[in-house]
């Protein structure tokens, strides 16, 4: 933008700087309605040099690398990039990432690098076991665990990490800006649980039953609060995008490394899922996805031949599972 004639007399050259500052400003402010909350041009430097990111890199680390750079290496190292047990070494580093994440959010505006969502989406969703186990809150081998301090631990799935909700929370929610990103995080706990309910037995009862879908409503609970959030923030048009984007990729499989393979019956399940989201119109894709964790148990008990006497108690309580976790979460991000 040039600026006047260096012989212009005073009273334009104060005009046209006047000017040329309101147009700098209505710039701006337009830009940010049009980008919205955790669009930012910083970059990865202050993560590059962290040394809990070095650590958890390894030899996958550089000092010199790029925020594209440094996703791919997150990626990579916390995942080996194929589907779980994950080692100690790559459950430690991806919990060491999340806080390093975590913690540079304040100083970025809630912000994580674009470059970064994606890769570092993908590297949690090869923990969808943990976070939801996070993210539902009532798992006190979790809640015990969650300190900074507090290692990955060992069980017959392999290792895993914890981490304080609201740690996690506020990663997913600054790498959820974009929809891709978000997309990633849900299927891949669509996938976990579909896999934990093709694990029960068809002649469960009690919590021996409730112990799995009830857990996965509510991080999809979570997973409902977090998008409600991101649309507030981007506005009307802007957050119908988002939508429309994340619901395209809603219905593909995840090509992400999973938590677990997967097996017949889960992929059945999944599928399912999938499918009947295809004849949804625009304007009830939310509610939709809302009642995903209901769904999905259904299809299971469908799927096992389990009589509607068995099945609709744990149907209710997958809906208020994922109501509680909704209500809550949204009230904590202000969405609701």
């Excluded at 190292?77 to 919990?95: C, E, F, I, N, W």
């Excluded at 912000?111 to 539902?136: C, F, K, S, W």
């Excluded at 934990?196 to 021996?208: E, F, N, P, R, V």
Aim: hydrophobic share 40%; aromatic share 6%; net charge neutral.
């Amino acid at each position: 933008m040039s600026g006047p004639s260096a012989d212009a007399p005073r009273s334009r050259r104060l005009l046209y700087g006047v000017t040329a500052s309101l147009i700098i400003v209505i710039l701006a402010g337009g830009a940010w309605l049009l980008l919205g909350r955790g669009h930012t041009t910083a970059g990865c430097g202050s993560l590059v040099k962290d040394p809990r990111v070095k650590s958890a890199l390894g030899s996958h680390y550089s000092s010199g690398m790029n925020c594209s750079e440094l996703g791919a290496a997150v990626a990579v190292s916390t995942t080996g990039g194929g589907p779980g047990p994950r080692t100690r070494a790559q459950a430690d580093g991806m919990k060491q990432v999340l806080l390093a994440v975590n913690d540079s959010l304040d100083g970025n505006g809630r912000a994580v690098a674009a470059d970064l969502r994606i890769p570092l989406a993908e590297a949690l969703a090869g923990y969808a076991n943990d976070t939801q186990e996070i993210l539902d809150g009532l798992n006190s081998e979790y809640n015990s665990a969650g300190g900074r301090d507090d290692a990955a631990w060992q069980d017959k799935a392999g290792y895993h990490f914890s981490a304080y909700r609201e740690q996690l929370v506020g990663v997913l929610r600054a790498v959820a800006e974009d929809p891709a990103a978000y997309a990633v995080l849900r299927n891949a706990q669509t996938e976990w649980g579909a896999a934990q309910l093709a694990s029960l037995s068809a002649g469960a009862k009690g919590d021996a039953l409730s112990v799995v879908p009830a857990p996965n409503a509510s991080a999809l609970g979570s997973y409902d609060a977090i998008a409600a959030d991101v649309v507030r923030h981007k506005g009307a048009s802007s957050g119908d995008r988002w939508t429309d984007a994340v619901y395209a990729r809603l219905r593909r499989p995840t090509t992400a490394a999973s938590a677990v393979a997967g097996s017949a019956l889960s992929d059945r399940i999944a599928g399912k899922w999938r499918e009947s989201l295809a004849s949804v119109p625009a304007g009830e894709r939310t509610d939709r996805l809302r009642k995903q964790g209901t769904f999905m148990f259904t299809a299971w008990a469908e799927a096992v031949g389990m009589d509607r006497e068995r099945a609709e108690p744990v149907e209710v309580m997958c809906r208020q599972s994922n109501e509680t976790a909704y209500f809550e979460l949204a009230r904590s991000l202000g969405a609701s």
